[in-house]
């Protein structure tokens, strides 16, 4: 695991917590954007990191300008843009809140292609998280991630639980798996 993926893994946590404080609710319950800013600004204290950004907004900013029309695609959105400080983008974060791998393909997909192309980065990475009953207890929740791994052909670079509900039959089991190209 790399410092990137470290640094995932622990505003995943922070941002659970906040959010509990916040709302008084679990993070499953949070749009998808506040985790995105969250960790925005949470990694943003070290890495250069832009929120939405396009593949051509990462061609302008490698000094590659398309010319003509833009391809199909070219103005989609990544949830997050890690930059290296050379001017070379390092990482496509894309964030997402799931209970079926069925959501997750299109996602993975689109990740798959930052890696290729010429506006590409180093690494690209879905970030899921998810809530399963308690009486299924961490297995289970590992389980689905390894499932929606060998399901995306992404390989799990991280993956914890966030928080448990007190009733062991009838609570929940909150985690969070970071998946990488």
């Known amino acids: 695991m790399n410092q990137l993926e470290r ?9 659970f917590r ?13 749009p998808e954007h506040f985790i995105q800013n969250f ?22 900013g490698m000094g590659r300008l398309p010319r003509g029309r833009p391809p199909n695609g070219m ?14 983008p390092r990482a496509v974060i894309e964030i997402k809140r799931a209970m079926d ?15 290729r192309g010429g506006q590409r980065t180093r690494v690209g990475y879905l970030l899921v998280y998810s809530e399963i009953r308690t ?10 991630f390894g499932h929606w791994e ?5 390989k799990v670079a991280h ?14 089991i909150a985690g969070f798996v970071l998946l990488r190209t």
Do not use: F, Q
Not at 135 to 144: I, K, N, S, W
């Open 101 to 115: 791998v069925s959501v997750l393909r299109r996602d993975a997909e689109r990740v798959k292609r930052s890696v």
């Open 159 to 172: 993956a914890d639980i966030l928080g448990r509900e007190d009733d062991p039959e009838d609570g929940w």
């Open 135 to 144: 009486r299924h207890g961490d297995e289970g929740l590992m389980a689905r």
């Open 39 to 60: 960790l925005l600004v949470d990694i943003g204290k070290r890495w250069c990191v832009y929120a939405e950004a396009t593949r051509r907004k990462i061609a302008e």
């Open 75 to 88: 103005t989609r959105r990544y949830d997050l843009l890690v930059w290296h400080g050379n001017d070379t």
């Open 7 to 15: 640094a995932i893994g622990k505003s995943m946590h922070r941002a």
């Open 18 to 30: 906040t959010y509990e404080a916040i709302v008084d609710g679990w993070l499953m319950h949070a």
């Open 150 to 154: 060998s399901e995306t052909g992404l």
